[in-house]
């Protein structure tokens, strides 16, 4: 990852964001699209993609352009959209796509030199937002300096937090002024995800990385779970880490950004979970996939429909692979699950209404359990997957 290097540092944040604060406001806008392209640039070569994906810049400053042409109530953001998902789905699941229709291996359309382009998930999701936001009128144009700004806005490229057009336009307008303080909690929170990530979740990989089909046929089965959660923690803090960096490099800047993890490990019922955990892209989701497909204002079985939806959403924007869908379907039967059950005890049950510590530490722990099983998915292919459940349940290999 980008912000594990010094380039990062030396190269973009420290002399990106001074520059930031000392150009005129006209100015401000092209320094962070300017620094953004250079960063995009220099480690796609040097990281992902290579020159190919260098190129790739080309693609989101065209997006940026066709932007230009979004109005309130026009049908033409879908262009955006469509441009947008094209795009992604280009890159990231087209030798998926065509491997379920040749199963084989054979298959004759397969991109032998697929790879992704840096940061395009998050790029994907910026974009659909604000071709949908100007359709509907909750935020305005901007100029195209400051929407380059906005998707090339460095510190958020990679790995989110996924950030609203209408939330940043202002600060990069009237960004904080108050260099002492926004400098000392900015690289306070950028050394707090440094700490977390390498003193923590990469010490993690030392057991989650185990978690592959030759490790786990010679391993006995009590140690399988504490592989797998291992991985649960890993990813959790090595996630929450890259969020922080990214809030804290943008306090640099004078600019805020929203969380996006709050304790989620903590929470007591599946749906507060993922209202807990990568909260950017939960809202996301809410309001561009479930609301539009009907949310809660449908009849039972289409809302629990939807809810699935949402999630097999979720899975697949993580990763192209089979493995992602059953964890977006496990995530989205959990939340059902807990649905019905709160409607037949009644609207009344909540997690700040749990009767007893016992029942808290009950809900608490089936939630924990849940989330940590649906890991399994994620990080490994079904095949691997079910010899892992095989080996834990019965020690046959």
């Known amino acids: 990852m980008v912000f594990n290097t010094f380039s990062y540092f030396l190269l973009f944040l420290l002399p990106a964001a001074i520059a930031f604060r000392t150009v005129s406001a006209g100015w401000r806008p092209k320094v962070l699209a300017l620094s953004g392209a250079a960063f995009f640039v220099y480690f796609s070569i040097t990281a992902v993609g290579g020159v190919?994906?260098?190129?790739?810049?080309?693609?989101?400053?065209?997006?940026?352009?066709?932007?230009?042409?979004?109005?309130?109530?026009?049908?033409?953001?879908?262009?955006?959209?469509?441009?947008?998902?094209?795009?992604?789905?280009?890159?990231?699941?087209?030798?998926?796509?065509?491997?379920?229709?040749?199963?084989?291996?054979?298959?004759?359309?397969?991109?032998?030199?697929?790879?992704?382009?840096?940061?395009?998930?998050?790029?994907?999701?910026?974009?659909?937002?604000?071709?949908?936001?100007?359709?509907?009128?909750?935020?305005?144009?901007?100029?195209?300096?400051?929407?380059?700004?906005?998707?090339?806005?460095?510190?958020?490229?990679?790995?989110?937090?996924?950030?609203?057009?209408?939330?940043?336009?202002?600060?990069?307008?009237?960004?904080?002024?108050?260099?002492?303080?926004?400098?000392?909690?900015?690289?306070?929170?950028?050394?707090?995800?440094?700490?977390?990530?390498?003193?923590?979740?990469?010490?993690?990989?030392?057991?989650?990385?185990?978690?592959?089909?030759?490790?786990?046929?010679?391993?006995?089965?009590?140690?399988?779970?504490?592989?797998?959660?291992?991985?649960?923690?890993?990813?959790?803090?090595?996630?929450?880490?890259?969020?922080?960096?990214?809030?804290?490099?943008?306090?640099?800047?004078?600019?805020?950004?929203?969380?996006?993890?709050?304790?989620?490990?903590l929470q007591t019922d599946l749906a507060a979970f993922w209202r807990h955990w990568h909260m950017s892209l939960t809202r996301w989701l809410t309001d561009y996939v479930y609301i539009p497909l009907g949310g809660s204002r449908v009849g039972t079985v289409r809302v629990h429909a939807n809810v699935i939806a949402v999630m097999l959403v979720s899975g697949l924007w993580h990763g192209a692979g089979t493995n992602f869908l059953l964890w977006g379907l496990w995530h989205g039967v959990g939340l059902g699950v807990h649905r019905g059950w709160r409607m037949l005890h009644g609207e009344a049950v909540t997690t700040a209404a749990v009767p007893s510590p016992a029942g808290r530490f009950a809900g608490w722990a089936l939630t924990f359990t849940h989330v940590n099983i649906g890991w399994a998915f994620f990080i490994m292919d079904l095949p691997t997957a079910g010899k892992f459940f095989r080996h834990l349940v019965t020690g046959w290999h």
């Open 52 to 265: 190919g994906g260098a190129m790739c810049l080309g693609l989101f400053i065209w997006e940026a352009a066709v932007s230009r042409i979004y109005r309130t109530g026009s049908r033409l953001c879908w262009v955006g959209v469509a441009l947008a998902l094209g795009i992604l789905a280009m890159f990231k699941y087209w030798n998926f796509a065509t491997g379920l229709v040749w199963p084989s291996g054979a298959n004759p359309w397969r991109w032998s030199g697929a790879f992704l382009p840096l940061g395009i998930s998050f790029f994907t999701f910026e974009f659909i937002h604000y071709a949908e936001d100007r359709r509907l009128g909750r935020t305005e144009a901007g100029t195209f300096w400051e929407y380059l700004a906005f998707i090339l806005f460095f510190p958020t490229m990679v790995a989110g937090p996924i950030k609203r057009y209408q939330d940043f336009l202002p600060a990069l307008r009237a960004p904080s002024t108050d260099w002492a303080q926004d400098w000392e909690r900015g690289i306070t929170r950028i050394l707090a995800g440094l700490v977390k990530k390498f003193a923590v979740a990469d010490v993690l990989t030392t057991y989650s990385s185990h978690l592959n089909a030759s490790d786990i046929a010679a391993a006995r089965p009590w140690v399988l779970p504490v592989w797998l959660l291992a991985f649960g923690l890993q990813i959790y803090l090595d996630f929450s880490a890259y969020s922080d960096i990214a809030i804290g490099s943008a306090r640099l800047f004078g600019l805020p950004v929203k969380e996006n993890f709050d304790w989620p490990y």
